[in-house]
């Protein structure tokens, strides 16, 4: 059963009591009385699975109004993990990017099973693409241009490298834009579903592009990358694609990930696999269409073992 | 506590087949907990030459004595940061030399906070590495001198054990289990949490398998130093949650360790529940305020705690 089989009404009843979700490889038991948050939720994630509530959880996570007097005044939501929180509260309106940004920050800090990349992973073809970059390089965007021509989304926060397999495992979530990029892809896409807009977030204004059914209905295929690309976007700058080593690849990839410290050996041998695999290079651009273009060629040229690159992983 | 559940699953029970969702957390949180023992001990190697060259001995505490020296209690138990011991007289000799070495206290100090941390606290403020963003807590006494309770940390020292492998010292054993039990019932309302209570349960049957009167060292040293009541809510908590066995003969003597008054038995409940029970509802909430009134009621006289308070009020006016 998905998300979406569930009536809005059903599923705001069964998410007051809490249920088991799977997010990508993460079984999340989550639980919420917040009526908006619950919209946006069935909409966004309708073709997400839905497992017994019995499961045993990776997170168990709640997303619920704070209590106290302020609430009447200045309602709050608050962000709960395994019933404490770990951040400050959001005003109650921007519940659901708080949920993203939560669930992102359980990942985060637990799941070292996996080499976590600071990276949008998506695939085309059968063959996978990593973009590793800092925050502001114009990541998201780039990945929400390639999804809305077509390309499947793995992941636009997380490129998740599990150590036991050396695969990528997808996790195919809400896609936040940030800013002016909200209104470039609007009209670059305008195939894709945006949710609503929320203003002055820490980040700015915020709209999420929903990851597309057939995304979330492949979440369990995982893949080898043939491709490494580090974008950066340059004002008004001529779209340029440079080689590099797969060493300076490698001390780059280092540079994006949010925890090569704590995986050790393990990570460093994902490390190597991954880029005798995948060529690297560098994109700098300021034009989208001439962005993607260059990617669409990129990849078809790229990474020889291109053949078996996909598999399926089963959650628990 | 997951990782050391990790390791008692797979030290007691290693054929038992794990659910996914449990291999996957225990798989995360095992690799966590290795990177931090390995910078722990990295930061330790790097203090050695410090404690060669100090003029006293430099005890190492709680997780950092127990990886180091490389016994059960330090399997699957994380560390953020390194607790020393020295003497209150070579506290100078030892900040020097820390600070030649590149660690600095980690906030900005007044006088008073100088005067404060050495006379009325046990403990140097955190001090922090300059370059690696380490952390490291400077110890010269094990409780506040204006606590209840008075253990004497000379005698510490002077039953301490040289570590084998690096120029430290650590606690005797019984020294070790005093004072994990008096830092989680006595100052920090329980901050350490299973884990700690975990780690003297461990410690207890290390101490037993050394030496065979360890049962009634134990609790001569906790006469010594007073410290009955720490040492008994720690065996009360450990023998009813984590199936710690006091051996048959020596168990009366545990029992009669201090007098069990209302207010003893009204903590013991409060100390179980906050152990065995999920933190939820109104009732943990309340059990966690009174763990907090009790934590401060016991740690100054409160004419004492009152000057203090004013004291860093009026300090933060004047800035």
Known sequence: MQIGDLSIREFQSRLSTGMCLSFGPFCTRISSDLETFAETFHQCYAGLPVLCDDQIAHFSVSVRQRPGLRGHLRPQAEFLFEGLAPFDPYPRSHAFPMFEWGLNWCIANTAHHYLMLHAAVLEHHGRALILPAPPGSGKSTLCAALVGRGWRLFSDEFGMLRLADGRLHPLPRAAPLKNASIEVIREFAPTLTLGPRYERTRKGTVVHVFPPLASLARQTETCVANALVFPRYVADAPTRVASLSPVVGVTRVIKNSFNYLFTAEAGFDALCQLVRRADCYELTYSRLDEAVDRLDALLAASGGLAQAATGHAELA | ?319
């Open chain 2, 1 to 319: 506590m997951v990782d050391r559940l990790r390791y008692t699953l797979a030290s007691q029970a290693p054929d038992v087949a794990l659910p996914a969702v449990i291999a996957d957390v225990f798989d995360g949180t095992g690799r966590y907990v290795a990177y931090l023992q390995h910078r722990a001990r990295f930061e330790v190697s790097q203090l050695s030459a410090l404690a060669l060259a100090a003029d006293c001995p430099v005890v190492l505490l709680k997780g950092a004595a127990y990886l180091i020296e490389g016994i059960e209690a330090s399997a699957g138990r994380g560390l953020g940061d390194i607790d020393i011991l020295v003497p209150h007289a070579s506290l100078a000799d030892v900040e020097r030399r820390l600070a030649a070495s590149g660690w600095r206290f980690a906030e900005d100090l007044t006088e008073y906070d100088h005067a404060y941390y050495r006379d009325m606290a046990h403990e140097l403020p955190p001090m922090r590495h300059f370059d690696r963003q380490f952390e490291l807590d400077v110890h010269h006494g094990i409780l506040q001198p204006t606590h209840r309770l008075t253990p004497d940390s000379a005698r510490l020292m002077q039953e301490s054990v040289a570590l084998d492998t690096q120029p430290f010292f650590r606690l005797s054993r019984r020294d070790q289990i005093l004072h994990s039990a008096t830092h989680l019932f006595m100052s920090d309302e329980l901050r350490g949490g299973l884990r700690d209570l975990h780690d003297i349960v461990l410690l207890c049957r290390q101490g037993e398998a050394e030496e065979t009167a360890f049962w009634q060292r134990l609790l001569q040293r906790a006469v010594e130093q007073g410290l009955q009541r720490p040492l008994h809510y720690a065996m009360y908590c450990a023998q009813h949650g984590l199936a710690l066995v006091i051996p048959q003969h020596t168990r009366g003597e545990f029992t009669a360790l201090c007098p069990r008054t209302v207010g003893v038995r009204f903590a013991e409940r409060l100390f179980l529940r906050r152990f065995f029970s999920r933190p939820t509802g109104r009732l943990a909430s309340a059990c966690r305020t009174l763990l907090f009134l009790r934590s401060h009621w016991i740690r100054m006289p409160p004419l004492m705690l009152l000057r203090h308070l004013a004291r860093k009020v009026l300090s933060r006016n004047d800035r």
